[in-house]
C-alpha cells in the first residue's frame, strides 16, 4: 500500500466527524476549500497534503478537496496556487522545493512564492536519504564518496526531477564533499525507485519515507541521511555529517501551508490554528510517524522567517554550483 494510499484511509475518521459535516454559519467557509498538491499521487507530499487536508478539514467545517498539481520540482502546482483567487478557497502544500529551491533555478518562474503566496503555517519535516544500488561495491557513503572522487562524473546520481529537495540536496553534497557525480531527473519517486531497483543508477537522493522499507527487504543500500541527528524510524543509519565526515552538513524536507498573497487575514489565522491544533495532536503524530515523517508545526510568525532562511540558504547552493535550469 502506499504512503499515500496510507494517509487518506487514515484520515477517513476525520473526514465523518460531525464538525466537519456541520455547515458554517459565517461567510467563510461555505463551500469546499481546494488544497493544491504540488506534486504527484503516491509519494511524502500526497501523504502530507491528504493529512493536512483532513486535518483542515475538521475544523474549519467543510471539505479540504485534495488536488495534485505536479511538474517542475513542485512549480507547477504552486505557480496555479499563486494565480488564485485570493478569497480563502484555494490553499497550497508549501514545499522547499517550490518555496525556497525553484525560484532560484527557473529565471522565466510564472510567481514569486514569497510576494504572490503568503505562508500559514509549517506542519512537518523528515530528512532525505542517499541510497545506493544494492549491488554499487560501497557499504558506506564515506566509500560512495571515495569511489565517486576515483571516478570524476562517473557515478550517476537520481533525483525525482530538477529543482527538488533531492537534486539540491545532492549537489550541497557534490560541492561539499569535493565530488561530481551525474545528475538523472525523475519525473517523481515512482519512476527513480523503479531504475534505482533495476540497477540503472547508481545512487538516489530522495525523501526518506519511501526507502526504508526497500532498504530492510535488502534491494536497497539506505547510507545516509540528511537530519542534524539519526532518525527514529532508520536508527542504524547515520547522518550525511557523520558518515561522510562533514561536520554540520544538514537539510530537513519540511512541509506548510500557504495561500494566494491578499488572503484576509482572518482565513489566515483561522487555517494556522488549525493546522497548529491538528499537528499537535497523537493521532496525527502517530500516524505521520508511520511515515518516517515528524510533526514540526510553526505558526505563521516563525513560518515565514523559516522561509526566508531557506530561501537564502538555497540560493547559494544554486549560485555556487552552477545550476540553471531552463
Known amino acids: 500500500m502506499t504512503i499515500a494510499r496510507r494517509a487518506w484511509l487514515g484520515a477517513l475518521p476525520l473526514l465523518a466527524t460531525p464538525r466537519l459535516l456541520r ?41 479540504v478537496v485534495a488536488e495534485n498539481r505536479g511538474g517542475a520540482g513542485g512549480n507547477i502546482g504552486a505557480e496555479a496556487a499563486a494565480r488564485s483567487d485570493p478569497d480563502g478557497y484555494t490553499l497550497l ?39 545506493a544500488r544494492a549491488d554499487l561495491p560501497v557499504a558506506t557513503l564515506k566509500e560512495a564518496l571515495d569511489l565517486a572522487r576515483s571516478r570524476p562524473g562517473g557515478l550517476v546520481y537520481g533525483s525525482p526531477g530538477n529543482g527538488t529537495s533531492g537534486h539540491l540536496i545532492a549537489e550541497s553534497l557534490n560541492r561539499t564533499a569535493g565530488i561530481s557525480m551525474q545528475h538523472v531527473p525523475y519525473r517523481g519517486t515512482g519512476p527513480l525507485m523503479t531504475d534505482l531497483l533495476a540497477g540503472r543508477l547508481d545512487l538516489a537522493c530522495d525523501n526518506l519515507p519511501a526507502y526504508v522499507q526497500q532498504a530492510r527487504e535488502g534491494k536497497l543500500k539506505l547510507l545516509a541521511i540528511t537530519s542534524p541527528e539519526r532518525w527514529y524510524s532508520a536508527p542504524e543509519v547515520p547522518t550525511v555529517a557523520e558518515a561522510a565526515d562533514l561536520p554540520g552538513f544538514s537539510a530537513m524536507i519540511w512541509w506548510g501551508v500557504q495561500a494566494p498573497a491578499g488572503t484576509p487575514a482572518p482565513i489566515i489565522e483561522r487555517v494556522a490554528a488549525a493546522v497548529l491544533e491538528g499537528f499537535a495532536t497523537p493521532e496525527i503524530r502517530e500516524r505521520l510517524r508511520s511515515f518516517s ?13 523559516h522561509l526566508e532562511a531557506e530561501y537564502q540558504r538555497w540560493g547559494e547552493v544554486v549560485r555556487s554550483a552552477g545550476i540553471k535550469l531552463d
Not at 504527484?40 to 502530507?48: E, I, K, M, N, Y
Not at 515523517?293 to 522567517?305: K, N
Request: charged residues 15%.
Open 93 to 131: 502544500i508549501a514545499t522547499i522545493s517550490a518555496t525556497t529551491m525553484g525560484p532560484h533555478l527557473y529565471p522565466r518562474l510564472g510567481y514569486d512564492p514569497l510576494k504572490d503566496l503568503v505562508p500559514v503555517a509549517r506542519t512537518c519535516h523528515t530528512p532525505n536519504c542517499v541510497v
Open 23 to 63: 455547515a458554517q454559519s459565517g461567510p467563510w467557509p461555505n463551500r469546499p476549500v481546494r488544497m493544491i498538491i504540488p506534486f504527484p499521487p503516491g509519494a511524502s507530499t500526497d501523504a502530507v497534503g491528504r493529512t493536512t487536508a483532513a486535518v483542515i478539514g475538521a475544523r474549519i467545517g467543510q471539505p
Open 293 to 305: 515523517i515528524e510533526p514540526a508545526p510553526q505558526g505563521t510568525a516563525d513560518f515565514a522567517r
